[in-house]
C-alpha cells in the first residue's frame, strides 16, 4: 500500500518560508497526483494545492495563490511544497496526500492515502 512521509514543518515568524517534503513509497508514484490539505485548531481539515501525476497542472485553494508553490520530483518519488510569505493564519498541521483518480480532485474523500502530518506554526 502506499506509504506518505511528510517532513519540513516547523515554527517561523510572519513573512517567512517553509518547504514541505513528502516521500511516497509502496507503489508507482507517477501513477498518483498528489495534494496537500492542512488542518488547523478547531477547524475541518481543507483542500491547500494539488498537482497532476505530470507535474503539468497545478491547483490552489484562493488564500495561498501567489504565496505557496506545490512541485514533484517523480524520479524522487517527492512532492513539494513552498511556503513564502508565511502568515499566522497559516499555521496548521499539513498533510501530504496521494490521489489515483483519472482527473484528479481537490476533495479530501478522493484521496485514499495520507501521511501522520507535520505541524506549521507561524508566529505573528
Known amino acids: 500500500q502506499v506509504q506518505l512521509v511528510e517532513s519540513g514543518g516547523g515554527l517561523v515568524q510572519a513573512g517567512g518560508s517553509l518547504r514541505l517534503s513528502c516521500v511516497f513509497s509502496?507503489?508507482?508514484?507517477?501513477?498518483?497526483?498528489m495534494g496537500w490539505f492542512r488542518q488547523a485548531p478547531g477547524k475541518e481539515r481543507e483542500f491547500v494545492a494539488r498537482?497532476?501525476?505530470?507535474?503539468?497542472?497545478?491547483y490552489y485553494t484562493d488564500s495561498v495563490k501567489g504565496r505557496f508553490t506545490i512541485s514533484r520530483d517523480n524520479a524522487k518519488n517527492t512532492v513539494y511544497l513552498q511556503m513564502n510569505s508565511l502568515k499566522p493564519e497559516d499555521t496548521a498541521v499539513y498533510y501530504c496526500?496521494?490521489?489515483?483518480?483519472?482527473?484528479?480532485?481537490?476533495?479530501?474523500?478522493?484521496?485514499?492515502?495520507w501521511g501522520q502530518g507535520t505541524q506549521v506554526t507561524v508566529s505573528s
Open positions: 496526500a496521494a490521489d489515483s483518480t483519472l482527473y484528479g480532485s481537490s476533495r479530501s474523500a478522493d484521496f485514499a492515502s
Open positions: 509502496g507503489r508507482t508514484f507517477s501513477r498518483y497526483n
Open positions: 498537482i497532476s501525476r505530470s507535474g503539468v497542472n497545478t
